[in-house]
Every structure is written in C-alpha cells, then in structure tokens.
C-alpha cells in the first residue's frame, strides 16, 4: 500500500443509497492517518476497508450536516473502546461547537481524553499543528459554517548527483548540507545548499466539500497534487447548486483548472443519478479540467500522485 493514500469511504450526499454511502474518506500520510468527514456508516466502511480506530491520527470536519458528521459519534466511542494511546485533534468550525459537544457526547460510553476538540474560525487561513505537515483551513461558501482542509508537506530539496560529485560532497557531508544548509568541502572551499540541489516542492491534498464557488475553493486547491472536490450536480441540475450551496461537477472542473490542480477525485454525488448517468459527471468535468479525473466510489484507493518534478 502506497504511503500517500486516500481510501474512499462513502461518496453520496444528503441521502446514502445502495451503492453511495454517507461521506467519509480516510488519508493516510507516511504516520499520519486523517480521516475527512465521517457521515453514517463510516465505522462500517472503515473495518471493510481493513482499518481501525488505532490508524486515526487526526479528524476534520468540514461542517455539521448530517452527512459529513453524524458518524462521528460512533467513530469517538470506537477510539475510546479501542483504546487508542495517542491524541486525536478533532479540526471543526467553531460556529458549530455545540454541535460537537452533543455528537461527542451523543450517547453513554466510557469516555477518553484522547480526543482534543480543535475549533477553526475567521476568514482567514486557520493553521493546525503539525510537525511535518502544514494543515490549513479556509471558509467556504455553504448555508452553514464550513471549512475546506489543505494539507501540504513542507517544501524541500532534491540532491543533484553530479553537482554533489562536482564539489566532492560525499558521505556524510551530504547530510550535513542538507540539515545546515552549507558545508566545507575537503578542499576548503564552501559548499551552498543551492548549489547542489534544486527546490523540490512538498505534496498537497486539498479537501473541498459542501460549497459554492468561491476564491477559497480555488485558494485551497492551489497546484495541489490531489484535490477531493464536491460535485454534487450534473449540468441539468445547476439550478439547484447555488441556492443550496453546492458544485456543479462542471464546476467543480472549473475549479480545478483555475488552481493548476495535478488531479481530481469527484464526490458527494446526489441520490439523484444512477449508475448508468455516472460517467457525465467526468465528461462535464472535463470540458473545464484537462487533467487526470476520478469519479470515486465507495471503498476507493486513489495514491496521492507522485511529486511533480
């Protein structure tokens, strides 16, 4: 299994059928494991899926309707049931805080502190703590407090064989360069890490439910190697988008375009539309995004794609 991946848990909107469960889509990231959204049935999915509460490292919660939220409460009774021995932040709107408090504690349990409730607010970019990923949230455009997620690896370097060896930079003065930035070379002479190396830009996922267009979307989107995108309409019902505060899969593409997305995963699809009208949802799309696309279905894998060179 790919260390950058994401598993699709659920893909329907407001109401799940029989081939679309509620939201839910589980990243795992090298040691991290962030789970997006957990709508009903998410428990469910995530055992099919073969993972445990155990690989939750992180919760986010773009907004309280019912499908991106209300399998929550069994999601935190299962780390407390299972024991899970580090902290889980829970990111959420902090407009919905209430909202939280009464699906945290929707029924009796023995009740764990590993869960750490981290609300998000403003209109600006909320940062969330990591070591090594920088995780941030963004207000959307819906009929109720939302936030989008971007997660994204710290920009880095790629060594350059042959300056390296130009400079004869070897063994472990290859990794001194890389921690401190310069070295001496064994003829005296100082060796910058720019010299032998390049910018190598960190991976992004970016998370982008309920909403309408907006800058933030498109913000959060930005040269993301992997963007997960609401799409909840075909072009037949773009009526029903903007009162509701939703995309248009065409919209959705535009969105994509507009950000230099590497590639998209569309979801949160209606109950509306069958298997067989499936595929429109990539064609429109495609008429706005000419880059890879993704109409995901329950128990998906999609690898974060490799770094763009």
Known sequence: MSARELTVLGTSSAVPTPRRNHNGYFLRWDTHGILFDPGE??????????????????????HFHGDH????????????????????????????????ERLRHATAFHDTARIVPQPVSGDGTSLLGEDDLRITALPLTHSLPCYGYRIA?????????????????????????????HVTAPD???????????????????????????????????????????????????????PYGHLTARQAGRIAAQAGARSVVLTHISERYDADQDPLFTAQAAQEYDGPLTLAHDLDRIPVPARAH
């Open 188 to 242: 005296g002479h100082r060796v910058e890490l720019a010299d032998c190396a390049r910018p190598r830009p960190g991976q992004v996922m970016a998370f982008v439910m309920d909403t309408a267009p907006c800058p933030q979307a498109v913000e959060l989107a930005r040269g993301a190697d992997l963007l997960v995108i609401e799409s909840t309409y075909l072009d037949s019902e773009e009526h029903l988008a903007a």
């Open 69 to 100: 939220s209300l399998g929550l409460p069994g999601i935190i009774q299962r780390i407390a049931r299972d024991q899970v021995p580090h902290p889980v932040p829970v990111a959420h709107p902090a407009a919905g805080a209430d909202h939280f």
């Open 41 to 62: 049935g998410t428990q469910r999915q995530m055992r099919t899926a073969g993972l445990s509460a155990t690989d939750i490292t992180r919760i986010c919660i773009t």
């Open 153 to 181: 690896e710290p920009d880095g370097w790629r060594m350059l064989p042959d300056r390296l060896a130009a400079h004869n930079i070897t063994g472990p003065l290859i990794g001194e360069l890389h921690r401190q930035g």
